[in-house]
């Protein structure tokens, strides 16, 4: 910039039109791109607040400071969610020491076992960003923080049928599609979801949308039955089911339930693994009538799309897909509490804990 050019609102002369509205400390780009030292210096100077587990048992709010650009994207962020399953595994340091680079979320900060900065569904409105963004609510991976700066490619918008407040189950439900198409079920297939928690509940809810199905949620905590009731699908016990399956999925990082499928597997049927143990150790029956059913047995994993799906696929249209699909408002049923982000770290470790957790939505 020229010594003697105003620091108001004068512009490089190669620089498109922008705009900027000063509200508070907030910026808005309106169109185009320029640079100015007065535009650097307000966009430099952002403190956010993020939720740290810093040991096992333990988080801290820190406060950092966010250097924006003009090709970053500003989030304030209006909801989180907990994912319970995975949070409560980082929060007790079970992150095997062979998963700790697999395990880095998007925009994880910190190294595992501790202290880091982990969680990944975030629900924010733009406040800086290209002029047709701003205002808008999308969802991004990303941990429990306040404000939050990221990538343009990095966004999700959030269709206008979604109501924030409900977009936080679009990771889970990101994770409950990739592990119907894992499992390959069809039209008129027997399923059978063992565990009814945020996956587990959405996995059933996607396979009984098939035509002709017939799915069954299976629960040791028969408080879960009208959850399924709700989302349309059969509930069972486990000490109450009958019959042979064409599908079974685990969704309860169990190796009881998940040898329970395999002994009410029909022959040649397919078994999806969705659980992740962390470090602990499973014991399955091979033995008995597995080989002799010819069993399919396989992993599913979020982080992967699977192959017979990747010529046409990509995370993004997987996201956005998964998106659409919170369009139901039975949904909400999966909303187990709220909590507003300034009471955070007192409660999250409770939440986390607790058993009767489902997806439990930070309020910000």
């Given at each position: 910039m020229g010594q003697n050019k105003n620091l108001s609102f004068v512009w490089e002369q190669r620089a498109q039109w922008i705009i900027c509205s000063i509200k508070g400390n907030f910026i808005e780009k309106i169109y185009g791109e320029a640079v100015t030292e007065f535009e650097e210096k307000h966009l430099n100077d952002r403190n956010a607040r993020a939720l740290w587990q810093v040991a096992p048992g333990a988080v801290?709010?820190?406060?950092?400071?966010?250097?924006?650009?003009?090709?970053?994207?500003?989030?304030?962020?209006?909801f989180s969610g907990i994912s319970r399953g995975t949070e409560g595994l980082v929060l007790q340091g079970k992150v095997p020491p062979s998963e700790y680079e697999r395990m880095r979320g998007p925009n994880m900060e910190g190294q595992f076992p501790f202290p880091v900065k982990y969680g990944y569904s975030n629900v924010g409105r733009v406040e800086w960003?290209?002029?047709?963004?701003?205002?808008?609510?999308?969802?991004?991976?990303?941990?429990?923080?306040?404000?939050?700066?990221?990538?343009?490619?990095?966004?999700?918008?959030?269709?206008?049928?979604?109501?924030?407040?409900?977009?936080?189950?679009?990771?889970?439900?990101?994770?409950?599609?990739?592990?119907?198409?894992?499992?390959q079920i069809q039209p008129g297939?027997?399923?059978?979801v063992f565990g009814a928690g945020v996956v587990g509940c959405l996995t059933a809810y996607l396979a009984g949308r098939i035509a002709g199905t017939e799915t069954i949620l299976i629960d040791t905590?028969?408080?879960?039955?009208?959850?399924?009731?709700?989302?349309?699908?059969?509930?069972?016990?486990?000490?109450?089911?009958?019959?042979?399956?064409?599908?079974?999925?685990?969704?309860?990082?169990?190796?009881?339930?998940?040898?329970?499928?395999?002994?009410?597997?029909?022959?040649?049927?397919?078994?999806?693994?969705?659980?992740?143990?962390?470090?602990?150790?499973?014991?399955?029956?091979?033995?008995?009538?597995?080989?002799?059913?010819?069993?399919?047995?396989?992993?599913?994993?979020?982080?992967?799309?699977?192959?017979?799906?990747?010529?046409?696929?990509?995370?993004?249209?997987?996201?956005?897909?998964?998106?659409?699909?919170?369009?139901?408002?039975?949904?909400?049923?999966?909303?187990?509490?709220?909590?507003?982000f300034e009471d955070l770290e007192a409660a999250y470790p409770r939440i986390v804990n607790a058993p009767d957790t489902l997806c439990h939505r930070i309020r910000y």
């Open positions: 801290a709010l820190r406060e950092e400071t966010l250097s924006l650009d003009q090709d970053t994207v500003l989030l304030l962020t209006k960003g290209p002029s047709e963004l701003v205002g808008r609510h999308v969802f991004v991976l990303y941990p429990h923080q306040d404000i939050v700066k990221t990538r343009l490619e990095d966004i999700n918008l959030i269709p206008e049928s979604v109501p924030p407040s409900r977009a936080v189950l679009a990771a889970n439900m990101e994770t409950a599609l990739n592990i119907v198409w894992d499992a297939d027997r399923v059978a905590n028969g408080q879960r039955q009208p959850i399924a009731d709700a989302l349309g699908v059969t509930f069972s016990s486990p000490h109450h089911l009958s019959g042979s399956f064409d599908v079974l999925i685990n969704a309860t990082a169990s190796d009881e339930a998940l040898n329970l499928a395999i002994a009410h597997a029909g022959k040649e049927a397919r078994i999806v693994e969705a659980s992740w143990y962390g470090d602990r150790r499973a014991s399955i029956t091979l033995g008995g009538a597995f080989h002799a059913n010819r069993l399919q047995l396989v992993s599913s994993q979020v982080g992967t799309i699977p192959a017979h799906k990747t010529a046409r696929w990509t995370y993004k249209r997987r996201m956005t897909k998964a998106l659409e699909l919170l369009s139901d408002a039975r949904l909400d049923i999966l909303i187990s509490g709220e909590t507003a």
